[in-house]
C-alpha cells in the first residue's frame, strides 16, 4: 500500500515512515497540511497517517480537507495521550481508525489489516452495486405528456429544497422511484434514503420502525434499536402508503415535521433528525381528512408540494416509448435478440389499459422478451393483452369474466382472490399480481380478508 505520513514533529513522521518501509509498504512525508495536499495531488495513496495537532493547525479541519477532495482514502489519526473525544470526533468527520502515540509495529500491523479489510469491503460494496443497477431498468423521466413533463418539472424544481413532497398516484405508476430520484437530485444525495411501508406492520412495530424502541419497552424488545428516523438522518425519509399511518402515530410524525423532534418507544429522552420527507399515497388524503381518518394540519405539513402521477392510460403517448425501453433493458439482461414489437403488438400494448401501471408493464414485457422466439415480440408473448384471454376463464366460471358486464374493480378482486387462494405466501401472490406486498396487504385487508 502507498502510505502518506503528515505528522509536523520530523522525528515520528520520519520513525513512521521507516516502520511502513521495514512492513514493505511504501511511504512519503509531510510536515503540513499544504504539503500534504501536494502530495496527494502527485499521486495516489492508499491510506493517510495524520497527526491531529499538526503546528497551527488543526487535524480535523485537513481531515475534512482531504475526505472532501479524496473520499476514497483511508485516513487513520495519530493522536496522542487523552485525546480520545477528539479521535472519535475524526471517526464521524470520516476517519477509519486511530493510532496512540508511540506505536509499535504490531498496533500499525493490525491497523493496516483494518485497512485491508474495510478496502476489500468497499470494493464489494461497489460491485454489487454496479450488480443491481444492471439488473433494474433505468427510470425514464421523459414525457410526451404535458400532465407528466409539468408533475416533473415541479418535482425536479422541488428536489433541492427540503420541503415536504406528497406523491399522489395509483399502485405502480412510479412513486417509489420518483422518490428516489428526487433524492438523488438533492443535495442529500450522498446521505441515506430510507424507505417505510406504512401498512406493512401493526401500529406498535410501525412506531419502533419509525422512532426505534428501549430494551423492555415491549414484549420482544430485547434490545435498543434506534429507528428509520434516525438511520435517515441528514437524508429522505420516503414514507409509502402514508394514508394508512395510524392516528396515533400522526401526531408523533407531524412533531418530527414540525420541530424534527422526537422519542423511542419506552423513552423518555428526546432525539434530533434532520430528515427529509417524501410521502406517497394511492389514497384520496383529502378525502381521509374531511372522514376524520387523516389529521388535518399533518395533511397540510406533508402536502407542501403535492404531485399526481398519472396512470399509465392517461398517459398513453408514452407507452411505446416504455415498452421499448423494456424490451431493450430485458433483451441484454437475458442476452437474446429480441430487437422489436410486432405492428400487432404494438397495437395491443397501446389497447390495453394497464391497470398495474409501470409495474405491470415491466413484468409483461419481461415475460415477453423470455418467451420471444424469434427477433420479434408478437401478440402471443403478450397474454394479459390479448382480447378475450379472461381472469377467470369464462362465462361458466364463477365470478366475474374478462369481456363481461363488470367494472375494472371487480374484475381486479376476482383475480387477487384466485391468486391468494392459490399461493401459500402473501410475498409469491405480490410478485404474481405485479404489486407490492404492503399495497396487497392493504387491498387484502379492504376486502376484510386474514
Ligand atoms: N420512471 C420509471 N421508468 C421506468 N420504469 C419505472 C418508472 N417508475 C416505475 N417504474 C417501474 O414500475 C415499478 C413500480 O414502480 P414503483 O414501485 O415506484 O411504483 P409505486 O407507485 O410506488 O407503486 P406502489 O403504490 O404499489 O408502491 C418499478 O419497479 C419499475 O419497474
Known amino acids: 500500500m502507498d502510505i502518506l505520513v503528515i505528522d509536523d514533529d520530523e522525528a515520528i513522521r520520519d520513525a513512521a515512515v521507516q516502520l511502513i518501509e521495514d512492513c514493505d509498504h511504501y511511504a512519503e512525508g509531510a510536515e503540513d497540511s499544504t504539503l500534504a495536499m501536494e502530495a496527494l495531488k502527485l499521486s495516489t495513496f492508499d491510506v493517510v497517517l495524520l497527526d491531529l495537532y499538526l503546528r497551527g493547525e488543526n487535524g480535523l479541519d485537513v481531515l475534512a480537507k482531504i475526505k472532501e477532495r479524496y473520499p476514497k ?24 481508525d486511530f493510532l496512540e502515540k508511540p506505536f509499535s509495529r504490531e498496533q500499525f500491523a493490525m491497523i493496516l489489516q483494518r485497512v485491508k479489510r474495510h478496502r476489500q469491503l468497499e470494493v464489494k460494496v461497489e460491485e454489487l452495486k454496479e450488480e443491481v443497477a444492471t439488473h433494474q431498468p433505468q427510470g425514464t423521466y421523459e414525457s410526451k405528456s404535458p400532465v407528466v413533463r ?20 395509483e399502485s405502480g405508476t412510479g412513486k417509489s422511484m420518483i422518490a428516489k430520484e428526487i433524492h438523488a437530485r438533492s443535495t442529500r444525495k450522498n446521505k441515506p434514503f430510507v424507505t417505510v411501508n406504512c401498512p406493512a406492520l401493526s401500529k406498535e412495530l410501525l412506531e419502533s420502525e419509525l422512532f426505534g424502541h428501549v430494551k423492555g419497552a415491549f414484549t420482544g424488545a430485547l434490545r435498543d434499536t434506534r429507528g428509520k428516523v434516525h438511520a435517515a438522518d441528514g437524508g429522505t425519509l420516503f414514507l409509502d402508503e402514508i ?27 428526546t432525539y434530533k433528525a434532520d430528515v427529509r420527507i417524501i410521502a406517497a399515497t ?20 406533508l402536502n407542501v408540494i403535492s404531485v399526481a402521477l398519472p396512470s399509465l392510460r392517461d398517459r398513453r403517448e408514452d407507452l411505446l416509448h416504455f415498452a421499448e425501453q423494456y424490451l431493450t433493458f430485458f433483451a441484454k439482461q437475458y442476452r437474446k435478440e429480441v430487437r422489436e414489437f410486432s405492428p400487432s403488438a404494438k397495437e395491443a400494448v397501446m389497447r390495453y389499459p394497464w391497470p398495474g401501471n409501470l409495474r405491470e408493464m415491466r413484468n409483461a414485457i419481461e415475460r415477453a422478451v423470455i418467451l420471444a422466439q424469434g427477433p420479434n415480440i408478437d ?14 376463464n369464462t362465462a361458466d366460471g364463477d365470478g366475474p369474466w374478462i369481456g363481461g358486464e363488470f367494472s375494472m374493480e371487480e374484475i381486479e378482486e376476482s383475480h387477487m382472490l384466485k391468486v391468494l387462494e392459490t399461493t401459500s405466501t402473501l410475498s409469491r401472490a405480490a410478485e404474481i399480481l405485479g404489486i407490492n406486498e404492503a399495497t396487497l396487504y392493504r387491498k387484502r385487508k379492504r376486502l376484510g380478508l386474514k
Do not use: C, H
Not at 424544481?157 to 413532497?165: C, D
Open 282 to 301: 394511492n389514497r384520496d388524503l383529502a378525502d381521509e381528512v374531511k372522514n376524520g381518518e387523516f389529521r388535518e394540519d399533518l395533511y397540510f405539513r
Open 73 to 96: 482514502v483511508s485516513v487513520i489519526m495519530i493522536t496522542g495521550m487523552g485525546s480520545i473525544p477528539d479521535a472519535v470526533k475524526a471517526t464521524q468527520l470520516g476517519a477509519l
Open 150 to 169: 409539468d408533475a416533473l418539472d415541479v418535482l425536479f424544481r422541488a428536489a433541492g429544497s427540503t420541503a415536504s413532497i406528497l406523491l399522489l398516484g
Open 243 to 269: 394514508g394508512e399511518l395510524p392516528k396515533e402515530l400522526q401526531p408523533k410524525l407531524l412533531r418530527l415535521l414540525q420541530e424534527w423532534e422526537y422519542e423511542r418507544v419506552g423513552d423518555t429522552k
Open 379 to 392: 401478440t402471443g408473448d403478450l397474454p394479459a393483452m390479448n382480447a378475450g384471454i379472461s381472469v377467470s
